[in-house]
Nanobody, 127 residues
């Protein structure tokens, strides 16, 4: 099994930046597709970004494209989400997720593709 631990959340003013980190332990990290999702109060969990095992393929929600960047360091077993030009509507709990076992046709943007989830990190953007 793999354990995921997010860090780097906090409160920032609109227009500011934050970098989230997700450290994975327990299994070979480099084999997984990794994703970031978020959930705001009263809303469903939504896709933010995903990255392939080598880092060569990345996927973004339209709402964050051009502002957020996902990356990974397989030697450190860590995936990152650099968030720039933050907006109040980015306020949410952010979760990282790992695709450990699924190898079907679901898109990396689909939360059902992911088998392991972190505990979440709160990001609050004030106006």
């Amino acid at each position: 099994q793999v354990q995921l631990a997010e860090s780097g959340g906090g409160t920032v003013q609109a227009g500011g930046s934050l970098r989230l980190s997700c450290a994975a332990t327990g299994r070979t990290f480099s084999n997984y597709i990794m994703g970031w999702f978020r959930q705001a109060p009263g809303k469903e969990r939504e896709f933010v970004a995903a990255i392939g095992w080598s880092g060569g393929n990345t996927y973004y929600a339209d709402s964050v494209k051009g502002r957020f960047t996902i990356s990974r360091n397989n030697t450190k077993n860590t995936v990152y989400l650099q968030m720039n030009s933050l907006k109040p509507e980015d306020t949410a709990v952010y979760y990282c997720a790992a695709n450990l076992y699924y190898s079907g046709t679901l898109s990396p943007t689909n939360p059902r593709r992911y088998d392991a989830w972190g505990q979440g990190s709160q990001v609050t953007v004030s106006s």
